[in-house]
């Protein structure tokens, strides 16, 4: 490992630094001009993380170590990369017509979701146990402010200290694992980690200790089960623009992190931790699904499904294979798109006395507003796994890697559970098509917002209908990942 900076590992950070110098950029201007350029400042990210995609489109292909081993350009930071940015364009999108309706001040709220985009393009990318874990707090320290950002509302700052103390707690975890790896190793970068671990007997008690704590911590960030206890009051009490942002970009980041760690790392444990993803992947998917089916507010509802699509993903990683690794992260995207666009919904009946966060608020919308109520209909299917959605495709190719695992009955819990699923989600469709509303039903139209939904819906029926590319894409990404 070279010690030696190299100005030419700047261009590296590129995509990491636009998004960053476009957050400086929104922070000042908001200060100087104030109020009257809130609507600008939302194009205006909208513009710097359009242009930083397409700095990270052009790292396709490249691979490239920086900075002394602390950063890696591969296709797999390239694939997260792009994730991260396109799910904080549709949350931005999302904000905009949300912030005017609760009347919060909008640059520091795009300020600081761009800062914590770029540590999550960071985690992507870490080669190094040191740099992935300062990604790792930038981000959850913006995330935890976001979830606060109603200051007014008790809710909203009942989620922040929550977030906040699980997450402090979950830090310290992942730390004492980082502490097992490089006590037994003496390196922090993950590939001499993995290189120096080989020589090491699996049953060293410090490397067992060590694989558990960096599962429960990042099972903490991800809402894996039995981690999961802080995530529906967190998702209720938060923004519902920050509530779409944890769901689809922060545990996004928080599998990236992972699957660099074990794979890189840990790779002569897989053995070991087939078996134990494989119970935790079961035991999240039936919590999340059956606790879901008694929630009468959607944030609350779609916060236990997310735990049960964190159960679904870690089908792929208990598999262990190419397959199981390349469904895993095209189910990320798939969930991406589906959960964004029924957040979206959620924005798009909030207007006045009306948070749109309860089921029974969506009543009566397919009769006033039907394009939405179909919208809305297409988000629901794909989460619940019916074709022609991309969250059919998704459950497809994961349930095909267990059983190309030979993991049969996983596979047949991930079957049952998305029966179970079925119930909840189509109660919300019930609602919509069956019941009358009790008032007139007012709601938050805005251009930004339209986009984010078109965007959504665009994204849930193309992967659906035409998926080989994006697996091919994430099949390609997760190669060098996996040696």
């Not at 636009?18 to 513009?47: H, I, K, P, Q």
């Not at 396109?86 to 609760?102: F, K």
Request: hydrophobic content about 55%.
């Amino acid at each position: 490992m070279s010690t030696t900076f190299n100005p030419a590992d700047v261009w590296l950070l590129l995509p990491e630094l636009m998004v960053a110098g476009c957050a400086t950029a929104v922070l000042v201007l908001d200060f100087c001009l104030g109020e009257r350029v809130r609507t600008a400042l939302g194009w205006l990210s909208v513009a710097g993380l359009l242009a930083a995609g397409g700095l990270a489109a052009g790292q396709v292909g490249q691979r490239a170590v920086g900075f002394s081993g602390m950063l890696l350009v591969d296709p797999f930071a390239v694939y997260f990369k792009v994730i991260f940015l396109v799910a904080t364009l549709m949350i931005i999108l999302m904000a905009m017509p949300y912030l005017r309706v609760e009347q919060v001040g909008a640059g520091e709220f795009y300020a600081i979701t761009l800062y914590a985009t770029a540590a999550m393009m960071l985690m992507g990318a870490a080669g190094n146990l040191l740099s992935l874990y300062v990604a790792l707090e930038t981000m959850a320290i913006s995330i935890y402010v976001l979830c606060g950002y109603l200051k007014r509302d008790q809710k909203s700052n009942e989620a922040a200290l929550k977030y906040l103390l699980m997450g402090a707690f979950s830090s310290g975890v992942i730390l004492y694992g980082m502490v097992m790896l490089y006590g037994l190793t003496g390196t922090l970068d993950l590939r001499e980690v993995g290189a120096a671990l080989r020589g090491v007997p699996l049953t060293n008690p410090a490397l067992v200790v060590g694989m558990v704590m960096l599962t429960a911590g990042f099972g903490f960030k991800i809402a894996m089960v039995p981690f999961h206890m802080y995530i529906p009051d967190v998702y209720e009490g938060a923004p519902t623009p920050v509530t779409a942002y944890i769901a689809v970009a922060s545990e996004a980041a928080g599998f990236a992190a992972l699957l660099r760690v074990f794979f890189l790392a840990m790779p002569m444990l897989q053995v070991n931790w087939t078996l134990l993803f494989s119970v935790l992947a079961a035991l999240t998917m039936t919590v999340g699904n059956v606790v879901a089916i008694a929630q009468t507010n959607i944030k609350r509802m779609l916060a236990y499904s997310g735990i049960a699509h964190v159960g679904y993903t870690l089908i792929g990683l208990a598999a262990g294979t190419e397959l199981g690794i390349s469904a895993m992260l095209l189910y990320v995207l798939a969930y991406y798109f589906m959960t964004a666009g029924a957040f979206a919904m959620v924005v798009y009946l909030c207007s006045g006395q009306v948070k749109g966060d309860r089921i029974e608020d969506f009543a009566g919308l397919a009769q006033a507003h039907p394009a939405a109520a179909f919208a809305m209909l297409i988000f629901l299917l794909s989460l619940t796994g019916i074709p022609p959605t991309v969250g059919f495709v998704g459950k497809f190719y994961l349930f095909s890697a267990a059983i190309e695992s030979k993991i049969y009955w996983l596979a047949v819990v991930g079957v049952v559970n998305t029966v179970i699923s079925l119930f909840y989600y189509m109660r919300v469709a019930m609602v919509m098509y069956m019941r009358e509303s009790p008032s007139s039903l007012p709601v938050n139209r805005s251009l930004a917002l339209t986009a984010a939904l078109a965007l959504a819906l665009l994204g849930t029926l193309v992967i659906g209908v035409y998926p080989e590319p994006f697996l091919e894409v994430a099949r390609a990404s997760i190669r060098g990942v996996l040696g």
